[in-house]
């Protein structure tokens, strides 16, 4: 085999081989967008954890993030409580803000988890307060499909 045909061959392999690579090493991104006209959901003052936005999701590793948007109007302070869910159980940690009183009061509670589904699910930004109604902004979703997902325990002080 001469000089120039085996660079060929080469050149091919090597097209091959990261042709393959960038195929196996895919990573795919999924996005659920606020709603139309604001698409404001009041959370009741019952202490039940409410829905304010969804993203449908295929088998798979992700690594996912929200802000969930929230605004209140009262004369005392109120925590507020958001989660990730799939299908309706609770995805890692509930993480809860305050939101300080008086008019127009807005806070963005960001929430993350990395996870494994063996089949499509719906992963759901919820939140829940007690003793008083407040209203979602308009909240996204992002999830990010990975082909590997290591998830470890972070710094505890």
Avoid: H
């Amino acid at each position: 085999m001469s000089r120039k045909a085996l660079y060929i061959c080469l050149a091919i392999s090597i097209v091959a081989l990261s042709l393959i690579a960038a195929k196996k090493n895919q990573i795919s991104a999924y996005y659920a967008l606020p709603c139309c006209n604001w698409g404001t959901v009041v959370l009741p003052a019952s202490g039940e954890f409410t829905a304010i936005q969804n993203l449908s999701l295929p088998a798979g590793n992700y690594v996912a993030n929200a802000t969930a948007a929230l605004a209140y109007e009262s004369t005392s302070d109120l925590s507020v409580d958001c989660v990730f869910m799939l299908d309706g159980a609770m995805q890692g940690e509930v993480a809860r803000m305050t939101i300080g009183s008086g008019v127009n009061q807005l806070i963005s509670l960001p929430l993350t988890t990395a996870f494994t589904i063996e089949k499509s699910k719906e992963l759901t930004v919820a939140c829940r307060t007690f003793g008083w109604q407040v209203a979602s902004q308009p909240t996204s979703i992002t999830a990010i499909r990975v082909d590997n997902l290591t998830v470890q325990v972070g710094f505890e002080p």
